[in-house]
C-alpha cells in the first residue's frame, strides 16, 4: 500500500508533500530558524536566457544563481571547455554567486561570444545552467548601389525591393519619402513581411523620386536608409483591367511551417485591375478566431500561441471585378521539445524507493539523455540502485550518501530542455513546525481546523489527542487530512479543550499543543419591524442581540445600505434606533449590523412616513409570536411543548406551526414539525434519538404568519440503534469483473448514534455460498472486485452505530459487470425484395456468448460497386440498429444493379461485439435516373440537332432511349407529339422537317428493361425564313397611294408659305412715331426715317429686341382683333403686339424670351445655344 508523504507549515511555514514508497518529492525547507542545518544539493535559482544578444556599449551580464546546503560554489566553461574567470581582468563573478560581469570597455565584444555554462557544486551534487549562447547585436551598412530609374506604365504592377543588411536581430523596415513621412499604404500599395514594397497596380500618382526603405536596428538603436528608388509611370501604352493573380507567394501553392506555441504569418499578395481584395479561409477545418487576427489590410494573417491543430490548408483568394485567383498556403506544424511532465526533486528516507520522470512532447520527438551531477549518466560510476528506462529513473532502496542531481537533457532539431532535480537522502527525526500553544476559536456549529505541520525522513505518523486522555480516531465528526491537520466538521461547545499532536517515525517522536475554543453565535433575538408613521411623529427600531460574553460586539445602524444622517433626530441606544420627528426623507430601510471578531449578525426593516390621518381604520395584521415556550413530560422519544399566543391583532388565529434545528447535525436550518388548532396551546412531538433539538412556534392567521418565537432551550436525546436502513440500493457492474453496490446514505437524524457505518452484504444469486461482508463509513458505495461477468447477486445494506445494527435489510438482486459480446450471429442470409429493399435473416447468438444485456444486433452494409463497374468504388458505410433478440431486419434505400458487403454484430450494454463474416449480395436492375443533360444545337429554319448524357445512376442495363416533342403555339397550345426511339449507344440526332420559326418541346428519357426513368425537358425555337420576311416586306417609295400622299403634304405647305409672304408685307410699315413721341423714352433712337415710320427691318441680329418695346406691367400681351397676327399661322406665337397692332418683337424662327414668360417654348434649341448652356 503506498504510503502519503507530506508536511505542512502553516502561517510562515512551508508545505512539502511526499508521495508513496514510488515518491514524487518537493524541495527541502532552508528555513534557518526551524530547520538549521539542513543538507540540501545546488538547485538553480536563476539563470539568462538561452539565446542572449548584447549591446556592445555595455558590460556583458551572465546571470547563474543557486541555493543549497551548504552554499554551492560556482564555475563556468565556454565553448565546452574551462573558462578561468580568475586569469581574465575584464571577468568578475560575484560573491556567493555564479553571475559573470564582463568589462568590454575598451575590448571588442566579439571576444567574448560563444556557448556559456554554469555549475553550481556542493557535497551532495552538481547542478548545471542551460547553455548560453552570447552574442553581440549587429547592425551593418547597406551596401553601396547604384539605382536606375523605373519606367512602368498605368496599370502594371511594381515591387520595389528592400532588401535590407541582414542584422541580429532582423531590423524593423518601413518606408518613406525625403520629408520622412510614411508612405501611404492601402489595399492597391502595401509592405510585404520581407521589407518589399507592393504595388498591385501603379497609377500616375506613383510617379516620385523618393521611395526610400529605412530599416531600423533595435538593440543598437540605429536607423539606416537605402538609395532612393525613382519610379515614373508612363501613359502612352496603359496596362488594360485584367483578372487577380499573384505576386507573392507565386503559383498556385506553397508551404510554410511553424513552431508549436510561436506566431504563424501567411501572406498573399495579389495584383490586378481593379485591385483586387483578398480573403482567407482554412480547407480543412474553422480559423481560430480568439488566436486570429488580419494585418496589411487582409493581405496578412497572423495566428499566435500556434497549435497542433493550426496545421493543414490555408487557401487565400483575391478577386475583382473580372474574376477570382487562389492559392493554398500548406502548414506544417512542428515542435521544439516541450514539457508534459518535468522532473522534480525527490527527498527520500534510507532503504525507501523514488522516481524521476522526464515527460516530454515535440515534433519530431525529442531525444532524451540524462546526467548525474552535470556527468552523462552513462559515463558515471554505476549504481546498481538506479536503474534508467528512457524518460526514467527509478531509484531502489537508497542509502544514505546517495544524494545527487540528476539532468534530463530532451532535444530535437529546433531545440532541447534542461532540468535539473536532486535527489536528497535524508534520516530527519519528526519536527512540528506548528507554533506551540496556538489558541483557535470557531462559532458553534461551523468547523473547525487545528494544524499540526510537522517534517521527518521518514514521514511521521500523526496521531491526535484531547485533553491527553482519549485517542481521536478519524472519523465523524472528526476528519484527519493527509497533511496532520484535525478538522472538525460541526464544532459544539463540548468541543472545546487542549489537543495534543504527535508526529512520530522510526527516529523519534515529538508533540505539540494547541487550544479550541468554541463560542456561541451572535444572534438578533429582537428584530427591528416594519413602521408605518405619521410625519412629525417618533420612529423606534428595537434591535436586542445575544452573544458570547466572551467576545466583545460592536453595533451599527445603516440607511440603505450606507451610514445614518449626521442628523441629531437620530438617537443610537446599547439596542435601539430612535428617530424624531420623522420627515418624508427619512423613508428607507434601516438595518442593525451586530459584529463580533469571529461572526456578525443583521436584521432590516422598512420605515413609511405618512400623513396623519382622523380616524384610523381598523388594522388587520398577523399575530405577534408566542411567548414562553416549555418543555415538559420529558422521554427519550418525545417531549412535550407548550406555550403562551401573542396578540391575534383583529384577526383569529387559524393554527399553530411548531418548527425544530438540530445542532448537532444541522445547525442554523428549521424544519417543520408538526401542526395545531389554533385554539391549542400544547403540542406532543415525537423525537429521533440522538439529536440537540431546540423548538420554536408559529402563529397564523388569515394575513399571514407571525414572526418565529424565541426558541425553547436545547434538549438533547440519547443516542441508539439505527431505526431505519439506506434506500435506493443497487447492484450494477461497472467492468466485466466488477459489482458496484451504491444506495442513498442516511441523514446525521436518522444516524441515531454517533459511528454510522453501512454492513454491505452480497453473495452470488441461485449458488449456495455464505454471504460476503464488508462495513464502511462516510460512503455511499462499495466496490466488490473478482466477480464472474454479468451474474446475478443479491445484495443489502444494514445501518451500524455504535449503539448496535439497524433491522434486518431486505435483499436487493443486482448483476455484475458486463463485457463485450464473444462472437457474431451466424447463418447470416440476405433476402432481396427488390432494387432498392432487401432482408437480412440471421441466428440469435447464445446467450451466454452475449455476456451482458442484450440490447439488439447492428447490422453494416456498404455499397462496394455498381455491377456495371468492374473496379471497386466502395461508398460510406450504413448502420442499422434492431433492438431487442430479433432475427431479420429490412435494408431500405439500396441503389439497384449494385454490389453490396454486410456483416452483423450482437451489441448489449457494454458494446459492440465482432462482426460476422462479410456477406456480398446484389441488387436486380431498376428505372434509370435521367440522362445527364440534353443540349439542342444548329438550330436553323427546319431542324437542330439534339445531344444528350448517359444517366449518372443506370441501375442496370440501358436498353435505349424516348424523344418525344411537340410544337407550341403563341398561345402556349401543345400540338401533336411525335415519338422516337434510340439505341442506348446513340447521344445525338438531328431532327429535320420542323416548322420554322416555331418553339418545340422536347421530352426525354432513358430506359432498362424494368421500364423508362424521369424526364427532362427542353424548349427551343427554329430561325424564321429570311425569304419570307423580304417577301412580306413593302416598298413604301415604291406605292402609288404614297406618293400621292406626299405630294398633297408638299403643295400644302407651299399654300401656307405664300398666305405668310402676303401677310408680312401687308404689315411692313407701321406708322409709331406718335407712340415714341408720347413716351419720351431716353433709350428710344430716333429712326433713320424723318416721317416717323419704321423701315424694313432686317434678322440679322437674331438675338438683339428691338429697343424700345415694351409689355404691360403685368407681363401679358393684349392681342388685337385683326387677323392679320402671325400668331394665327403658329409660327410667330412667341411674338409681341402692342396695343395698337404694332410688331414689338423679332420675326424669327427663334427669339430671346421676355423674363416674364417662363421657359415653356417648345421650340428646338440651336447648336449655338446648347454650346452657351455648358459655358
Given at each position: 500500500?503506498?504510503?502519503?508523504?507530506?508536511?505542512?507549515?502553516?502561517?510562515?511555514?512551508?508545505?512539502?508533500?511526499?508521495?508513496?514508497?514510488?515518491?514524487?518529492?518537493?524541495?527541502?525547507?532552508?528555513?534557518?530558524?526551524?530547520?538549521?542545518?539542513?543538507?540540501?544539493?545546488?538547485?538553480?535559482?536563476?539563470?539568462?536566457?538561452?539565446?542572449?544578444?548584447?549591446?556592445?556599449?555595455?558590460?556583458?551580464?551572465?546571470?547563474?544563481?543557486?541555493?543549497?546546503?551548504?552554499?554551492?560554489?560556482?564555475?563556468?566553461?565556454?565553448?565546452?571547455?574551462?573558462?578561468?574567470?580568475?586569469?581574465?581582468?575584464?571577468?568578475?563573478?560575484?560573491?556567493?554567486?555564479?553571475?559573470?560581469?564582463?568589462?568590454?570597455?575598451?575590448?571588442?565584444?566579439?571576444?567574448?561570444?560563444?556557448?556559456?555554462?554554469?555549475?553550481?557544486?556542493?557535497?551532495?551534487?552538481?547542478?548545471?545552467?542551460?547553455?548560453?549562447?552570447?552574442?553581440?547585436?549587429?547592425?551593418?551598412?547597406?551596401?553601396?548601389?547604384?539605382?536606375?530609374?523605373?519606367?512602368?506604365?498605368?496599370?502594371?504592377?511594381?515591387?520595389?525591393?528592400?532588401r535590407p543588411p541582414a542584422g541580429l536581430p532582423p531590423p524593423i523596415i518601413f518606408w518613406m519619402d525625403n520629408n520622412f513621412q510614411r508612405l501611404p499604404q492601402n489595399t492597391r500599395v502595401s509592405q510585404a513581411l520581407n521589407g518589399d514594397l507592393y504595388f498591385s497596380n501603379v497609377l500616375l500618382d506613383d510617379t516620385r523620386n523618393d521611395y526610400i526603405c529605412y530599416a531600423r536596428f533595435p538593440h543598437t538603436q540605429t536607423i539606416q536608409q537605402k538609395q532612393p528608388i525613382t519610379v515614373k509611370v508612363l501613359d502612352n501604352s496603359p496596362s488594360g483591367e485584367r483578372r487577380p493573380s499573384f505576386m507573392a507567394p507565386p503559383g498556385r501553392s506553397s508551404t510554410q511551417m511553424a513552431l508549436r506555441g510561436g506566431v504563424l504569418e501567411l501572406e498573399c499578395i495579389a495584383e490586378g485591375l481593379p485591385t483586387p481584395e483578398v480573403s482567407w479561409y482554412k480547407e480543412?477545418?474553422?480559423?481560430?478566431?480568439?488566436?486570429?487576427?488580419?494585418?496589411?489590410?487582409?493581405?496578412?494573417?497572423?495566428?499566435?500561441?500556434?497549435?497542433?491543430?493550426?496545421?493543414?490548408?490555408?487557401?487565400?483568394?483575391?478577386?475583382?471585378?473580372?474574376?477570382?485567383?487562389?492559392?493554398?498556403?500548406?502548414?506544417?506544424?512542428?515542435?521544439?521539445?516541450?514539457?508534459?511532465?518535468?522532473?522534480?526533486?525527490?527527498?527520500?528516507?534510507?532503504?525507501?524507493?523514488?522516481?524521476?520522470?522526464?515527460?516530454?512532447?515535440?515534433?519530431?520527438?525529442?531525444?532524451?539523455?540524462?546526467?548525474?551531477?552535470?556527468?552523462?549518466?552513462?559515463?558515471?560510476?554505476?549504481?546498481?540502485?538506479?536503474?534508467?528506462?528512457?524518460?526514467?529513473?527509478?531509484?531502489?532502496?537508497?542509502?544514505?550518501?546517495?544524494?545527487?542531481?540528476?539532468?534530463?537533457?530532451?532535444?530535437?532539431?529546433?531545440?532541447?530542455?534542461?532540468?535539473?532535480?536532486?535527489?536528497?537522502?535524508?534520516?530527519?527525526?519528526?519536527?512540528?513546525?506548528?507554533?506551540?500553544?496556538?489558541?483557535?476559536?470557531?462559532?458553534?456549529?461551523?468547523?473547525?481546523?487545528?494544524?499540526?505541520?510537522?517534517?521527518?525522513?521518514?514521514?511521521?505518523?500523526?496521531?491526535?489527542?484531547?485533553?491527553?486522555?482519549?485517542?481521536?480516531?478519524?472519523?465523524?465528526?472528526?476528519?484527519?487530512?493527509?497533511?496532520?491537520?484535525?478538522?472538525?466538521?460541526?464544532?459544539?461547545?463540548?468541543?472545546?479543550?487542549?489537543?495534543?499532536?504527535?508526529?512520530?517515525?522510526?527516529?523519534?517522536?515529538?508533540?505539540?499543543?494547541?487550544?479550541?475554543?468554541?463560542?456561541?453565535?451572535?444572534?438578533?433575538?429582537?428584530?427591528?419591524?416594519?413602521?408605518?408613521?405619521?410625519?412629525?411623529?417618533?420612529?423606534?427600531?428595537?434591535?436586542?442581540?445575544?452573544?458570547?460574553?466572551?467576545?466583545?460586539?460592536?453595533?451599527?445602524?445603516?440607511?440603505?445600505?450606507?451610514?445614518?444622517?449626521?442628523?441629531?433626530?437620530?438617537?443610537?441606544?446599547?439596542?435601539?434606533?430612535?428617530?424624531?420627528?420623522?420627515?418624508?426623507?427619512?423613508?428607507?430601510?434601516?438595518?442593525?449590523?451586530?459584529?463580533?471578531?469571529?461572526?456578525?449578525?443583521?436584521?432590516?426593516?422598512?420605515?413609511?412616513?405618512?400623513?396623519?390621518?382622523?380616524?384610523?381604520?381598523?388594522?388587520?395584521?398577523?399575530?405577534?409570536?408566542?411567548?414562553?415556550?416549555?418543555?415538559?413530560?420529558?422521554?427519550?422519544?418525545?417531549?412535550?411543548?407548550?406555550?403562551?399566543?401573542?396578540?391575534?391583532?383583529?384577526?383569529?388565529?387559524?393554527?399553530?406551526?411548531?418548527?425544530?434545528?438540530?445542532?448537532?447535525?444541522?445547525?442554523?436550518?428549521?424544519?417543520?414539525?408538526?401542526?395545531?388548532?389554533?385554539?391549542?396551546?400544547?403540542?406532543?412531538?415525537?423525537?429521533?434519538?440522538?439529536?440537540?433539538?431546540?423548538?420554536?412556534?408559529?402563529?397564523?392567521?388569515?394575513?399571514?404568519?407571525?414572526?418565529?418565537?424565541?426558541?425553547?432551550?436545547?434538549?438533547?436525546?440519547?443516542?441508539?440503534?439505527?431505526?431505519?436502513?439506506?434506500?435506493?440500493?443497487?447492484?450494477?457492474?461497472?467492468?466485466?469483473?466488477?459489482?458496484?453496490?451504491?444506495?442513498?446514505?442516511?441523514?446525521?437524524?436518522?444516524?441515531?448514534?454517533?459511528?454510522?457505518?453501512?454492513?454491505?452484504?452480497?453473495?452470488?444469486?441461485?449458488?449456495?455460498?455464505?454471504?460476503?461482508?464488508?462495513?464502511?463509513?462516510?460512503?455511499?458505495?462499495?466496490?466488490?472486485?473478482?466477480?464472474?461477468?454479468?451474474?446475478?447477486?443479491?445484495?443489502?445494506?444494514?445501518?451500524?452505530?455504535?449503539?448496535?445494527?439497524?433491522?434486518?435489510?431486505?435483499?436487493?438482486?443486482?448483476?455484475?459487470?458486463?463485457?463485450?459480446?464473444?462472437?457474431?450471429?451466424?447463418?447470416?442470409?440476405?433476402?432481396?425484395?427488390?432494387?432498392?429493399?432487401?432482408?437480412?435473416?440471421?441466428?440469435?447468438?447464445?446467450?451466454?456468448?452475449?455476456?451482458?444485456?442484450?440490447?439488439?444486433?447492428?447490422?453494416?452494409?456498404?455499397?462496394?460497386?455498381?455491377?456495371?463497374?468492374?473496379?471497386?468504388?466502395?461508398?460510406?458505410?450504413?448502420?442499422?440498429?434492431?433492438?431487442?433478440?430479433?432475427?431479420?431486419?429490412?435494408?431500405?434505400?439500396?441503389?439497384?444493379?449494385?454490389?453490396?458487403?454486410?456483416?452483423?454484430?450482437?451489441?448489449?450494454?457494454?458494446?459492440?461485439?465482432?462482426?460476422?463474416?462479410?456477406?456480398?449480395?446484389?441488387?436486380?436492375?431498376?428505372?434509370?435516373?435521367?440522362?445527364?443533360?440534353?443540349?439542342?444545337?444548329?438550330?436553323?429554319?427546319?431542324?437542330?440537332?439534339?445531344?444528350?448524357?448517359?444517366?449518372?445512376?443506370?441501375?442496370?442495363?440501358?436498353?435505349?432511349?424516348?424523344?418525344?416533342?411537340?410544337?407550341?403555339?403563341?398561345?402556349?397550345?401543345?400540338?401533336?407529339?411525335?415519338?422516337?426511339?434510340?439505341?442506348?449507344?446513340?447521344?445525338?440526332?438531328?431532327?429535320?422537317?420542323?416548322?420554322?420559326?416555331?418553339?418545340?418541346?422536347?421530352?426525354?428519357?432513358?430506359?432498362?428493361?424494368?421500364?423508362?426513368?424521369?424526364?427532362?425537358?427542353?424548349?427551343?425555337?427554329?430561325?424564321?425564313?429570311?425569304?419570307?420576311?423580304?417577301?412580306?416586306?413593302?416598298?413604301?417609295?415604291?406605292?402609288?397611294?404614297?406618293?400621292?400622299?406626299?405630294?398633297?403634304?408638299?403643295?400644302?405647305?407651299?399654300?401656307?408659305?405664300?398666305?405668310?409672304?402676303?401677310?408680312?408685307?401687308?404689315?411692313?410699315?407701321?406708322?409709331?412715331?406718335?407712340?415714341?413721341?408720347?413716351?419720351?423714352?431716353?433709350?428710344?433712337?430716333?429712326?433713320?426715317?424723318?416721317?416717323g415710320t419704321f423701315g424694313e427691318y432686317s434678322d440679322t441680329e437674331d438675338h438683339k429686341p428691338l429697343k424700345g418695346s415694351r409689355t404691360p406691367s403685368n407681363g401679358t400681351v393684349k392681342r388685337d382683333d385683326s387677323d392679320d397676327s402671325l400668331v394665327d399661322y403658329g409660327e410667330g406665337g412667341d411674338g409681341q403686339f402692342n396695343e395698337d397692332g404694332s410688331f414689338i418683337g423679332q420675326y424669327s424662327g427663334k427669339k430671346e424670351k421676355d423674363t416674364h414668360e417662363g421657359n415653356e417654348s417648345s421650340e428646338a434649341p440651336s447648336p449655338v445655344n446648347a454650346m452657351n448652356s455648358f459655358v
Open positions: 500500500m503506498d504510503r502519503k508523504r507530506k508536511w505542512v507549515l502553516n502561517s510562515g511555514a512551508l508545505l512539502v508533500i511526499f508521495l508513496g514508497r514510488m515518491t514524487t518529492g518537493l524541495e527541502v525547507p532552508l528555513d534557518p530558524k526551524v530547520l538549521e542545518g539542513l543538507p540540501q544539493p545546488p538547485t538553480i535559482t536563476h539563470q539568462s536566457s538561452k539565446d542572449f544578444i548584447i549591446d556592445p556599449r555595455e558590460n556583458i551580464l551572465i546571470y547563474c544563481e543557486a541555493k543549497g546546503k551548504p552554499h554551492p560554489s560556482f564555475s563556468w566553461t565556454r565553448n565546452g571547455t574551462h573558462f578561468d574567470v580568475e586569469k581574465d581582468s575584464k571577468v568578475l563573478m560575484k560573491p556567493s554567486s555564479g553571475t559573470l560581469v564582463i568589462d568590454i570597455s575598451g575590448e571588442k565584444a566579439e571576444a567574448y561570444e560563444g556557448i556559456y555554462q554554469c555549475t553550481a557544486r556542493n557535497e551532495h551534487g552538481t547542478a548545471v545552467s542551460n547553455n548560453i549562447v552570447i552574442r553581440q547585436s549587429r547592425s551593418p551598412l547597406w551596401s553601396k548601389e547604384r539605382k536606375e530609374a523605373i519606367m512602368v506604365q498605368v496599370g502594371v504592377s511594381l515591387v520595389l525591393q528592400c480543412s477545418g474553422d480559423l481560430p478566431s480568439s488566436r486570429m487576427s488580419f494585418h496589411n489590410f487582409q493581405k496578412t494573417l497572423k495566428i499566435a500561441d500556434v497549435m497542433e491543430a493550426d496545421a493543414g490548408d490555408y487557401r487565400c483568394t483575391a478577386k475583382n471585378s473580372l474574376g477570382s485567383a487562389h492559392h493554398i498556403i500548406k502548414v506544417n506544424v512542428k515542435a521544439a521539445p516541450f514539457w508534459i511532465s518535468a522532473p522534480r526533486n525527490l527527498i527520500l528516507a534510507p532503504k525507501e524507493t523514488g522516481i524521476l520522470t522526464c515527460r516530454v512532447s515535440g515534433d519530431p520527438k525529442p531525444q532524451i539523455a540524462w546526467s548525474v551531477n552535470g556527468v552523462p549518466i552513462e559515463d558515471s560510476p554505476k549504481d546498481m540502485s538506479r536503474k534508467v528506462e528512457d524518460d526514467t529513473v527509478i531509484l531502489s532502496d537508497v542509502q544514505t550518501g546517495s544524494s545527487a542531481v540528476y539532468q534530463c537533457n530532451a532535444s530535437n532539431e529546433f531545440g532541447y530542455l534542461l532540468a535539473n532535480a536532486f535527489v536528497n537522502v535524508l534520516a530527519e527525526a519528526p519536527r512540528v513546525l506548528t507554533p506551540p500553544n496556538n489558541v483557535y476559536q470557531v462559532i458553534t456549529n461551523n468547523p473547525a481546523f487545528l494544524d499540526c505541520a510537522s517534517f521527518g525522513s521518514p514521514i511521521p505518523t500523526i496521531t491526535w489527542f484531547k485533553d491527553s486522555q482519549t485517542s481521536i480516531l478519524n472519523r465523524d465528526p472528526y476528519v484527519i487530512h493527509n497533511n496532520g491537520t484535525l478538522e472538525i466538521n460541526v464544532a459544539q461547545s463540548l468541543n472545546s479543550g487542549k489537543y495534543t499532536c504527535i508526529a512520530s517515525n522510526n527516529l523519534g517522536t515529538r508533540e505539540n499543543h494547541v487550544y479550541l475554543e468554541v463560542k456561541e453565535p451572535t444572534r438578533i433575538l429582537a428584530q427591528p419591524e416594519y413602521m408605518v408613521v405619521q410625519r412629525n411623529r417618533k420612529a423606534v427600531f428595537e434591535c436586542k442581540v445575544k452573544h458570547d460574553p466572551t467576545l466583545i460586539p460592536t453595533m451599527n445602524w445603516l440607511k440603505d445600505n450606507g451610514e445614518l444622517p449626521d442628523d441629531e433626530r437620530f438617537l443610537v441606544d446599547t439596542d435601539s434606533l430612535t428617530i424624531n420627528d420623522v420627515t418624508e426623507e427619512d423613508e428607507g430601510t434601516y438595518t442593525c449590523v451586530m459584529n463580533t471578531t469571529l461572526d456578525q449578525d443583521s436584521a432590516s426593516a422598512m420605515l413609511t412616513v405618512v400623513e396623519a390621518t382622523p380616524t384610523p381604520a381598523i388594522v388587520y395584521e398577523e399575530p405577534d409570536p408566542p411567548t414562553d415556550l416549555e418543555l415538559t413530560d420529558q422521554r427519550e422519544r418525545s417531549v412535550q411543548l407548550t406555550w403562551i399566543p401573542g396578540d391575534e391583532h383583529n384577526s383569529p388565529t387559524q393554527k399553530f406551526l411548531v418548527q425544530y434545528e438540530d445542532l448537532l447535525h444541522q445547525a442554523g436550518v428549521w424544519h417543520n414539525l408538526t401542526e395545531e388548532e389554533g385554539t391549542k396551546t400544547t403540542a406532543h412531538l415525537d423525537l429521533s434519538p440522538y439529536a440537540y433539538y431546540s423548538f420554536r412556534v408559529l402563529a397564523v392567521n388569515h394575513v399571514g404568519y407571525s414572526r418565529p418565537s424565541q426558541p425553547s432551550r436545547q434538549y438533547r436525546t440519547n443516542p441508539a440503534a439505527p431505526d431505519v436502513n439506506p434506500t435506493d440500493v443497487h447492484g450494477v457492474g461497472t467492468e466485466h469483473n466488477n459489482l458496484v453496490i451504491s444506495w442513498k446514505e442516511l441523514t446525521g437524524l436518522q444516524s441515531n448514534g454517533p459511528g454510522l457505518q453501512y454492513k454491505v452484504n452480497w453473495r452470488q444469486k441461485d449458488v449456495e455460498e455464505d454471504w460476503s461482508s464488508e462495513t464502511v463509513a462516510n460512503a455511499s458505495k462499495y466496490v466488490v472486485s473478482g466477480t464472474p461477468t454479468f451474474v446475478p447477486y443479491e445484495v443489502k445494506v444494514q445501518a451500524v452505530n455504535d449503539y448496535g445494527n439497524g433491522p434486518a435489510p431486505e435483499a436487493v438482486e443486482g448483476y455484475s459487470g458486463e463485457d463485450v459480446p464473444m462472437s457474431a450471429p451466424e447463418s447470416v442470409q440476405v433476402l432481396v425484395q427488390n432494387g432498392t429493399l432487401a432482408e437480412v435473416h440471421w441466428e440469435p447468438v447464445l446467450t451466454s456468448v452475449v455476456r451482458g444485456r442484450l440490447q439488439g444486433y447492428k447490422v453494416s452494409y456498404w455499397r462496394e460497386r455498381s455491377l456495371h463497374q468492374a473496379e471497386a468504388q466502395q461508398e460510406e458505410q450504413q448502420v442499422l440498429a434492431f433492438s431487442g433478440n430479433r432475427t431479420d431486419g429490412r435494408l431500405p434505400g439500396l441503389k439497384p444493379y449494385s454490389l453490396y458487403t454486410l456483416n452483423i454484430r450482437v451489441v448489449n450494454g457494454k458494446g459492440e461485439g465482432p462482426p460476422s463474416p462479410n456477406h456480398n449480395f446484389e441488387t436486380p436492375e431498376g428505372v434509370p435516373g435521367p440522362p445527364s443533360f440534353l443540349r439542342i444545337k444548329n438550330t436553323n429554319m427546319d431542324s437542330l440537332t439534339l445531344e444528350w448524357g448517359p444517366p449518372q445512376d443506370n441501375n442496370g442495363r440501358l436498353t435505349g432511349y424516348t424523344l418525344k416533342y411537340q410544337p407550341v403555339n403563341s398561345s402556349n397550345e401543345l400540338g401533336p407529339v411525335e415519338e422516337m426511339m434510340f439505341p442506348a449507344n446513340e447521344t445525338t440526332v438531328i431532327l429535320s422537317d420542323l416548322k420554322y420559326s416555331t418553339r418545340y418541346k422536347f421530352y426525354f428519357n432513358a430506359k432498362t428493361i424494368k421500364g423508362s426513368g424521369p424526364t427532362i425537358t427542353e424548349e427551343a425555337v427554329t430561325i424564321m425564313d429570311e425569304e419570307a420576311m423580304k417577301s412580306n416586306q413593302v416598298d413604301l417609295a415604291t406605292q402609288g397611294w404614297f406618293i400621292g400622299l406626299m405630294c398633297a403634304i408638299a403643295l400644302l405647305i407651299l399654300v401656307l408659305l405664300i398666305i405668310c409672304f402676303i401677310k408680312r408685307n401687308k404689315g411692313g410699315k407701321y406708322p409709331v412715331k406718335e407712340k415714341e413721341d408720347a413716351h419720351h423714352d431716353p433709350e428710344i433712337q430716333p429712326m433713320k426715317d424723318d416721317d
